[in-house]
């Protein structure tokens, strides 16, 4: 079996487009953070049939793993998680849908009739295909290996640098005056933007 | 019947406009990352994709991949330490409060 | 290679429908007596007070980041360890050094007492 069946991935595609929507449609953030799981999961999947084994454990490791809990500990962490009654959208969605709609259907458009070379190797083994990975990590592309772990430690101080910023500011007093501020200023400049 | 490589990027474009739009429209700063993180995916199909049907032998798109992946996690470890501390500061992640730089 | 994903399709569908079936068939058995009380959120007794939406604390933020950044490292890990053997001492002194930046990283983490609960 050269290609993947269509019968796996015709499933696979379309839980990883459903569920995609349900993430930015979902009214509720709590609601998106848990639709991405099973989209992670659908990639996986797609990963999986294009035979890259290596990268579906990776997938389910990092993403579905860690990258989610990080971002539902944030959501947890943001306590106004908006209203769901409330409008969940900026102003500039309605312009988004074409543009994204244009996007999307434009660049699978393009895609498709580009002349691609029809090539009917097989896939390397699970086995030699990890191996030919960190074999390559080791000898060609030693630097990026490298510069991965530099990305990461950037990525690590800055983050800890940023949550860790303050002391816990003095409670919500100051905020609110903040705030109360900014929207004085923007009130006097007669300043059309939408509140709330 | 088999799915062939235009299908993967024809799927990965999709992905990639789904994720444009959370990136967009999207009021939440925290919904805006999920979307990043959809593009991102997108992405990497793409790779794996072009790995597969026309250079499976070659490690080049699998490395890719894995920068990626890199990128992604700290791209999200930051992002959200940056929406946690504008939460901080203005009590809110929602995009359209937060325009102090507007002036 | 589909064979490959075979059995961990049959593994799944095996383990959901494990559960789907059991909780189907205790429906069946069980008796309906709903109540209102009965949807309260229990809190070892006495009346929940407040929302459950609690403001957490930040370390669980950093917790999860340091998870994240070490589960990445793990990802890096692997392929090399599958072919580490193949190159020998230049191999070992690569992942030294990827090693020592991120134990860096460990290090400023633990300074800042992010891995502390404070």
Redesign the interface.
């Known amino acids: 079996m050269i290609s993947p069946s269509i019968f796996v991935f015709a499933p696979l595609a379309s839980a990883a487009l459903f569920t995609a929507l349900m993430v930015v449609r979902s009214r509720n953030v709590i609601h998106a953070g848990y639709w991405l799981l099973p989209c992670l999961l659908a990639v996986a999947g797609l990963f999986g049939s294009l035979e890259a084994h290596f990268f579906v454990v990776v997938q389910i490791l990092i993403y579905a793993g860690a990258i989610l809990i990080l971002i539902l500990f944030a959501l947890m962490l943001t306590r106004d998680v908006m209203d769901p009654k409330q409008r969940q959208t900026t102003k500039f969605a309605p312009l988004a849908v074409p543009l994204c709609i244009f996007v999307g259907l434009g660049g699978a458009l393009m895609m498709a009739r580009a002349p691609w070379p029809a090539i009917q190797a097989a896939a390397p083994g699970p086995a030699e295909q990890t191996k030919a990975l960190g074999l390559g990590l080791i000898g060609d592309y030693a630097l990026p290996f490298e510069v991965a772990s530099l990305i990461l430690l950037a990525a690590l101080i800055g983050a800890i640098c940023l949550a860790k910023a303050e002391k816990e500011p003095a409670a919500p007093e100051p905020v609110i005056d903040l705030r109360g501020e900014i929207e004085l200023e923007e009130s006097v400049s007669a300043g059309a933007a939408d509140g709330h | 019947m088999t799915a062939n490589l235009t299908h993967y990027l024809a799927l990965s474009a999709a992905l990639f406009g789904i994720g444009l739009y959370g990136v967009l429209a999207r009021r939440n700063a925290i919904a805006v990352l999920m979307g990043i993180e959809l593009m991102l995916n997108a992405a990497n199909i793409n790779f794996l994709a072009f790995w597969r049907f026309l250079a499976p032998n070659s490690v080049e798109p699998q490395v890719y991949v894995l920068v990626v992946l890199t990128v992604a996690a700290a791209e999200a470890a930051v992002g959200l330490a940056v929406v946690l501390n504008v939460y901080r500061s203005f009590g809110t992640v929602n995009l359209d409060e937060i325009a102090r730089l507007k002036g | 290679?589909?064979e490959?994903?075979l059995t961990f399709a049959v593994f799944g569908a095996v383990a959901v429908g494990f559960v789907c079936v059991n909780l189907f068939i205790a429906r069946l058995a069980r008796p309906s007596a709903p109540n209102p009380d009965k949807l309260e959120t229990y809190e070892c007794g006495p009346l929940p007070v407040g929302e459950a939406?609690?403001?957490?604390n930040?370390h669980?933020?950093?917790f999860?980041?340091?998870?994240?950044?070490f589960?990445?490292?793990?990802?890096?890990l692997?392929?090399?360890?599958?072919?580490?053997k193949?190159?020998g001492r230049?191999?070992v002194v690569?992942m030294l050094?990827?090693?020592a930046?991120?134990a860096?990283?460990l290090g400023?983490?633990w300074r800042?007492k992010?891995i502390e609960w404070e």
Do not use: T
């Open positions: 290679m589909s490959l994903y939406w609690q403001q957490f930040v669980y933020y950093l999860a980041l340091l998870f994240v950044v589960e990445v490292e793990a990802a890096f692997y392929p090399w360890a599958v072919a580490y193949q190159v230049y191999a690569e050094i990827f090693v930046i991120l860096a990283g400023y983490a800042r992010a």
